[in-house]
């Protein structure tokens, strides 16, 4: 089970770092927490809600992933696809908090991410993890249950199993965008 969640969070991570080159340029200082990023069949996403998901010097870079998960989702909300299963697995693997005292590179990123975001949005840096793990579990149980509906239960015994069924993910959400292409507006490049 741990594998097929850390395959879903790659995917999660692999789409939403989609579009993270040259952002051309603009800089999000440009830009109010109010202004509209693009527009999903009508869903606006705003500049507000980037910052709070990236550190600001990767929030315009993330605007096209971002685009890509909010597509999914709508999509398998519209389906009527259950997340719950999903939702509760994606849950309880990121709640643990980031620790200050810890020699783990990769907490120690998380943590000074999770402080840094913190204090851009004046919360608790507890207050701001929980909510941020509220936004993108939901996201991932989405994506996670809309590429299973789609692909079928990923069969993941080895790293090259995990990349091939995240390339078949990947490109089922590049036809998904492709399909929709008319739906999506991107308005800050």
Do not use: W
């Not at 010097?57 to 971002?66: A, C």
């Not at 939901?138 to 079928?152: C, F, H, P, R, V």
């Not at 069924?165 to 739906?183: I, R, S, T």
């Amino acid at each position: 089970m741990k594998r097929i969640c850390l395959c879903i969070i790659s995917l999660f991570v692999s789409i939403s770092l989609m579009g993270c080159g040259s952002t051309g340029q603009s800089s999000i200082k440009d830009y109010n927490d109010d202004d509209i990023a693009a527009i999903v069949n009508g869903k606006e996403i705003t500049i507000g809600k980037l910052r709070f998901l990236y550190p600001d010097e990767k929030v315009l870079g993330n605007i096209e992933g971002t685009v890509k998960a909010e597509l999914v989702m709508q999509e398998a909300k519209k389906m009527h696809l259950d997340v719950s299963d999903n939702l509760n697995q994606t849950n309880k693997t990121t709640l643990t908090f980031p620790s200050k005292d810890t020699d783990d590179p990769t907490e120690k990123t998380n943590r000074e991410f999770v402080d840094s975001q913190a204090q851009k949005f004046g919360m608790e840096p507890e207050e701001y993890y929980k909510k941020y793990v509220e936004t993108t579990a939901e996201q991932i149980a989405y994506i996670n249950a809309y590429t299973k509906k789609m692909l079928g239960k990923p069969e993941v015994d080895n790293e090259k199993g995990i990349q091939e069924y995240n390339n078949k993910a990947n490109d089922l959400l590049n036809e998904l965008v492709a399909e929709y292409k008319n739906e999506i507006e991107i308005l800050i490049k």
